[in-house]
């Protein structure tokens, strides 16, 4: 392998397993995702007749591990998937899909096999519940994992000396769109006011990226009779009809907008994870082990009716959580 590239590698407690991995995060590129692909290598002295098989799972927490009782467990799994890896049940080269299993396979001799999945549309991004000081235990995540085992059929009961877990993140990289240039407009109403106050703002483009800070045009005619102060800007977490509403960044100003006069003005808004560390319930990217991560992304859907279901758990973890 190429000095440049980074190998992850896991081994089972009894080294009949190891699972290599060129990378951890898969990117959701809107219109496709990037596949899964692996080795695994294995010590074939050891196996005596078992078979190994590879899974590929998407698991949905919506309750602390800490409240699991009585054996029921707050997760479901969103997708499994369970390939046989050896024997196998193909030629090497037709199970092979990149270059960099190529090379794996090629210097890691013939106890290497390739593994290679496909991720279906509608499965969520990798998101976490942001834990509080005190909270232990798993946390509300959606989490995706890649495990190898060996045994007599894929049904019966997996022993964890002779597996391998490893967690892996699908994430989103949405591209910019010039030409979509957010703007939203409101109206208010007074009591005794003939004359309404009209509310606008804008953004200069719709995706910004992690660390960008986010420019804000404020516009307010104030028509009404009353006189405005004190205007604030928040950039808020927001999920379906202001059910779960967290405020992670925030401009207070003593601006005021006096009866029958207009003000335009540009505010800037950092949302930062950094800023809110201590903040429980913030919804995370995923991470690996105590890797850093940032503020949850806004996903980009292909198709909203499709993803209606996985848009209702995504509400259940965080209806869970707040509870």
Known sequence: MSPKHVVFKKVSKDKLVAVYMAKRDFVDHCDFVDPVDGVIVIDQGQLKGKKV???????????????????????????????????????????????????????????????????????????ALQPGPSDVGKKCAVEFEVKAFCCENQDEKINKQSSVRLTIR?????????????????TFEFLMSEKPLHLKLSLPKETFYHGEPIPVTVEITNSSSRNIKDISVTNIVLYSNDKYVKSVAKEETSDSVPSGTSLKKDYTLYPLLAHNKDRRGLALDGRLKHEDTNLASSNTLRDTETHRETLRDTETLRDTERH
């Open 53 to 127: 098989y590879v899974m590929l799972s998407c698991t949905f927490r919506y309750g602390r591990q800490d409240m699991d009782v009585m054996g029921v467990a707050f997760r479901r799994d969103l997708f499994v998937v369970t390939r046989q890896v050896y024997p196998e049940l193909q030629d090497k080269e037709k199970l092979t899909h990149t270059k960099v299993q190529q090379k794996l396979l090629h210097k890691l001799g013939d106890n290497a096999f390739p593994f290679f999945f496909e991720f279906p549309d509608n499965l969520p991004c990798s998101i």
């Open 170 to 186: 699908k994430i989103q990289f949405s591209p910019e769109n010039s030409k979509l240039v957010p703007v939203a407009e409101t």
